[in-house]
């Protein structure tokens, strides 16, 4: 048994975004503090908690003796936000103490855990190291919003997003292609792409929509009104949501293990060739190829 396996072990699952696969993870909380939308099961297995300090100073002193090389740090579970900016701070800190050359702190957030925090409090935040706020608005559509039982509105995305911004922190957005099926898959796409262009995220991701719970589930969120897209139409969606984006410097991906066509890109230089490499796949297996 070494060190590591000895004194420190993370309480499972853990989950983090692709862009923090090399990150330093250190588990502020456990699960989710919402752990209710349609769509996910990521958390459903844990009882949402707040770790205690000492217990986070622990995790982090030894993650910063195991990687002393580490440059970013991701704050789990699913979303470190909801506590005060005060113990966010002491965490903070705590890694800045123990770390000696991390670059970015980064953890997934609610909107509204930002809204209530002030602005002088993200700012704080900011510069005590936290630099990235993953956001999943899944929709920028409020009928979707409410189906997937997201607990946020279109408002109060755009509100938490650009009060992020305003405080120096940049966020990384994402969207769940298919998320209303063929009913809502205009507005889906439109509606969300109005709000990356109100509010400008430095990243921007796109996932496909996944049922663990079983389409019988997820159907009866929608009234029944849900019938999944097919894979040529959502495509066809996400055409849709890139067409009218129209913010510069917006790294884009779409290389999500749910995702079966890969996208990469910056918006809005790159916009017309991600659209040509949708219009040529859809090309590709309508020809049989």
């Known amino acids: 048994m070494d060190f590591m396996t000895r004194y420190f072990s993370y309480d499972e ?17 456990l699960g989710c503090s919402w752990n209710a939308c349609a769509f996910c099961e ?22 910063a003796w195991h990687r002393p090389d580490a440059r970013k740090v991701f704050l789990a579970d699913g979303n470190a936000m909801v506590l005060s900016a005060n113990q966010l701070i002491q965490v903070l800190h705590e890694i800045e103490r123990q770390f000696g050359r991390i670059q970015r702190v980064s953890s997934y957030a609610l909107p509204r855990d930002i809204l209530s925090k002030s602005e002088g409090e993200l700012k704080a935040l900011r510069k005590a190291g936290l630099k990235l706020l993953y956001v999943g608005i899944e929709t920028g559509d409020d009928a979707l919003l409410r189906y997937i039982n997201k607990g946020e509105t279109r408002q109060s995305t755009i509100d938490g997003l650009l009060k992020a911004h305003a405080a120096g922190i940049d966020t990384s957005v994402m969207i769940i292609n298919g998320l209303g099926g063929k009913l809502y898959s205009e507005q889906h796409a439109l509606h969300s792409a109005a709000v990356i262009n109100q509010t400008a995220p430095r990243f921007l991701s796109t996932l496909t929509l996944g049922l663990p719970f079983g389409a019988d589930v997820y ?45 990469k890109g910056t918006l809005c230089r790159d916009k017309e060739k991600l ?12 020809s049989g190829s």
């Open 275 to 286: 659209l040509a490499d949708i219009a040529a796949a859809k090309r590709f297996v309508r």
């Open 13 to 29: 699952p853990v989950f983090r975004p692709p862009a923090e696969a090399y990150s330093a993870i250190v588990q502020v909380t």
């Open 42 to 63: 990521m958390y459903r297995a844990k009882r949402f908690r707040v770790r205690s300090l000492d217990a986070i100073r622990h995790d982090v002193q030894i993650l």
């Open 219 to 263: 159907q009866k969120r929608f009234e029944g009104s849900y019938v999944p897209l097919a894979p040529l139409e959502l495509w066809d969606e996400l055409a849709l949501f890139l067409q009218p984006i129209q913010v510069p410097g917006t790294i884009f991906r779409s290389d999500h293990a749910s995702n079966s066509l890969i996208l």
